[in-house]
């Protein structure tokens, strides 16, 4: 049997991340992963393949839409190949999952394809696929399961015409007409790629708008934007039944008044949400404890109830997000090596990869009032910017939430081109406790998308922004 130091349970962002940094740091790892390639959900049906998705959509949409205005004249009729597509998708990931499998080579880490179960707190069964097992021991061990998508109880996901994110990455056609139950990052997304391949999208929402957990300023801006590419948003309206035949996909649902709704499609995208994974896990036998949500329970350390036991990423609380799940693999790693890490969660981003894209890091304009506290704000409009014009994307703000006293940047949200990108300056000064004032005195290079940032702040302090 072979010993180490530290063992993996999941190569997604988290799990890899963790292997590499306790490798780094000298420790003898081990990573065990049940499905073929490296990666996790992230990699392989998740953020990239979507994200190739979502770019090789935004070509043709501005193909389309918008490249007559910028003296392109293409002969001919454009049209998609969607097969096509979906095999640049699929290069991308091949790519990106053998780039994992490199750095475990690099780093020295033993890689254990097959499903990892805990016989007691410091030996792992792997159960290959053709039956076999192997046991490992481990000193420590680190699991990094991550998340599955999520359902409501009366659905039938038949991955064909009914179907999650996953089979929405894969499909031979383009939908006439895609039912999205679930406004969310995820529905938003792909809805938004099939849209511009020309279905009709519906979504269907519970809650009174998209985008839930973000500023409601944010919710606003994008569903404006999203309704103008023809879009159409139910909203408040519970899914009852979801019902297929044949081609044809029912969904029915109830409206805030209490009234039936009835929606018919070729398909239904369920993007309710995720749920962790532990499936297989067999937590129990190493005395690991799981919350009523099905979570690994942890302290502040991401250390479970058995002391050599950690847990990160999705299977945790907090933000389902790759990059936080990220901080937290390094961050176990570096206790397990005697440090003092720590992650300050306010400040991890979140992003939806539509177009405009959206991004934000610290507080909401709403949990600044829930918990009282007296703020300030300064906005500035994407269009007021002459490199947004430049490039047509005219659409969005960014919008900093500053304490009234002591001026510390407490939240910014933001909404435009590349503002997946722009959020890292966010974060930077966040993490320094810059001033709204500290950013309006940055200088911002000219033309660019981030000078929106440096307006904001201007807004902020003493409403001095200069172009608006």
């Not at 979507?50 to 003296?71: I, P, Q, R, T």
């Not at 475990?104 to 033993?110: A, E, V, Y």
């Amino acid at each position: 049997m072979t010993s180490y130091d530290v063992a993996v349970i999941g190569s997604g962002p988290g799990g890899y991340v963790a292997a590499i940094r306790c490798a780094q740091l000298g420790m003898k790892t081990a990573i065990i992963e049940k499905y073929p390639t490296l990666g996790g959900t992230c990699l392989n049906v998740g953020c990239i393949p979507s994200k190739a998705m979502l770019d090789s959509s935004h070509h043709y949409d501005d193909a389309v839409s918008h490249f007559e205005a910028h003296g392109i004249e293409i002969p001919g009729e454009i049209k998609v190949n969607l097969q096509k597509m979906v095999a640049r998708k699929q290069a991308v990931v091949d790519q990106t999952t053998k780039g994992i499998q490199f750095l475990m080579d690099k780093n020295k880490i033993d890689v254990f394809e097959g499903v990892g179960s805990f016989k007691d707190a410091t030996h792992i069964e792997v159960l290959k696929k053709d039956g076999k097992k192997e046991t490992i021991e481990a000193k420590n061990s680190i699991i990094a399961t991550g998340s599955k998508p999520s359902s409501l109880p009366f659905i039938d996901i038949d991955k064909e015409r009914v179907i999650t994110s996953t089979e929405a990455l894969e499909l031979k056609e383009v939908p006439k007409h895609m039912l999205i139950i679930g406004g969310g990052v995820i529905g938003l997304e792909l809805g938004q790629v099939y849209k511009r391949l020309g279905a009709e999208v519906t979504v269907i929402e519970f809650m009174d708008r998209i985008i839930p957990t973000m500023d409601a300023s944010l919710s606003k801006e994008l569903m404006k934007v999203l309704k103008k590419q023809k879009v159409k948003f139910h909203l408040s309206h519970k899914v009852t039944a979801v019902e297929r035949k044949e081609k044809e996909v029912t969904v029915k649902a109830q409206d805030s008044k209490g009234q039936e709704v009835v929606f018919k499609g070729d398909y239904c995208l369920v993007s309710v949400g995720r749920r962790p994974y532990t499936d297989g896990l067999n937590a129990q036998a190493a005395g690991v404890v799981l919350d009523k949500a099905g979570r690994v329970t942890v302290n502040e350390h991401l250390q479970t109830n058995v002391k050599n036991i950690y847990a990160i990423g999705d299977v945790v609380r907090g933000a389902m997000l790759a990059h936080k799940a990220e901080e937290e693999g390094t961050m176990v790693a570096e206790i397990l090596a005697g440090q003092k890490p720590h992650i300050d969660y306010n400040l991890i981003p979140g992003v939806v990869y539509t177009w405009p894209e959206v991004a934000a890091v610290g507080k909401t304009e709403e949990q600044l009032k829930e918990a009282g506290v007296a703020y300030k704000v300064g906005q500035f409009p994407m269009r007021a910017l002459g490199r947004s014009r430049a490039s047509m994307d005219t659409d969005g703000f960014v919008k900093i939430l500053a304490d009234e006293k002591t001026d510390e940047v407490l939240g910014i949200h933001m909404i435009g081109a590349r503002c997946a990108d722009l959020i890292a300056e966010a974060v930077t000064a966040m993490e320094f406790r810059a001033s709204a004032e500290d950013i309006a005195r940055m200088s911002h290079a000219h033309p660019t998308y981030a000078e929106a940032v440096k307006e904001a702040a201007l807004a902020a302090t003493e409403n001095r922004s200069i172009h608006v």
